[in-house]
């Protein structure tokens, strides 16, 4: 406790006096009480939360697949608040916490469910639930009830991670769920919207309906174990995401480390082409794909010689050929990793140039996949808006029209249109601006004349160097030939 500041202790205090009161009534002597059954939902709630996270958890790995409320819900309903309160102890006390302070984490984990569910118990008595719960026709009766109290503990949820997320960090709430210093800082399951808690609600008021049945507790356990499956395969499926999330960041970050002069480029690229995938009318997960292939598409510079990638001065022939090798280094580093799907032949032909003349395999046209069309354009329109040590950055409008002169030889004419609309509708606003800390550069040079080839930056003849640079391997640093 004493690592959080005083405004976080006196939350997380005011939590746990909060829950013991409402958790108080159900332990007088004399509270009509059925402890058979506050025990086997506490049981039941202590046991899917430790069966989430025990043996099939990865270790270390992010908490917060999400709490399973079915059954404090299911208590709620069941039972008078108090009891309701006291059976979302234990379930709150086992709930992964990962980050430090860890006994505190769980404690106001175990003190925000009580109360949570002892205002909504209130608010489900108060609505008539419990005796619609009763009645000939429980379940329709109910509903309405049971939505509301499920709302209510959302709700309270959700004010209680605010005042204390707030409390912690000097910032407002939303901006200190993202921040990196939270010591509470919650899982999404603390603030997720109200859908999960409504359905949540439903799979608790059918095991409360079955429970009242004639069947009995057996049957209302029968009644939570598709929603427990679901729960734990979404679970899963998030940590493989999150999984991704950090190869791919790895894999990045070590390229930028290498390169320096490049840092941020590889999230501006994939930026630029999950636009134009946006705006080609592409599915949501083959954008995602196109969004990965962009920030991937030099990863193979980890082939590549440093020395090279430093070098100041014009690269021999044998030396541009060691460069041109980076495709295929990259498409061999991340063919074992199978999410990454289309993305690894957009990373083995983004230097592919319409009209034959790229490389590594000389494709022309239709022959070069359509993601490496698409990450082609997005790297060659980066090169040329982002300042390096040799040119300043290119107005957008100009980077454009270059690429637009250079569709249909270079770039395929689709992707150069979608861009260019993309930038029109929404404007380019990259979400990383990579050489902030570098010296300022002196104003680009004008671009040679069609037809000419400029000797120190061999490339393509009537393109700006940016250009030339993006379609051999990318932007060069500072004083060195064209990657």
Partial sequence: MRVLPPAARACVLGAVLAAAACAAPALRPGSAVPWPAVGLLAALCLGSEAARSLPLRERGSPEGSGPFFPVVLAAVFLLPPSAAALVALPGGLAQPAVQRPVAVRRVWHAARQAVAAWAAGQAYGLLGGREALAGAA?????????????????????????AVLAAAEPRPAGAARRGPAGLLRLPPGGTAALAPYCLHGLVGLMTAVMWHSPYGPPAALLALLPMYISCWVFAQYRREHAAHQATIRALVQAVDIKDRYTRGHSERVGQAS?????????????REVVRIAGILHDVGKLGVPTRLLRKDGPLTPEERRVIELHPEYGH?????????????????????????????????GEQIPVLARVVAVADSFDAMTSTRSYSRARPVETALAELERCAGSQFDPAMVRALTT???????????????????APAAAPAPAAGARDTGREGLPGMPAQVRDAAQTGPPGPGKAGR
């Fill in 138 to 162: 429980a379940f329709p009766s109910a509903m309405l009830p049971a939505a509301l109290a499920a709302a209510v503990f959302c709700l309270v949820l959700t004010a209680l991670d605010a």
């Fill in 274 to 286: 999950e636009m134009i995938a946006r705006e080609l009318g592409m599915a949501d997960d083959r």
């Fill in 422 to 440: 993309a930038v029109g509708r929404h404007g380019w606003h990259p979400v990383v601006t990579s050489d902030e800390d570098l010296p300022a």
């Fill in 332 to 364: 061999e580093m991340v063919r074992g990793i199978g999410f990454l799907g289309e993305a690894r032949a957009a990373i083995l032909h983004h230097h592919e140039r319409v009209d034959g003349s790229g490389y590594p395999y000389g494709l022309s």
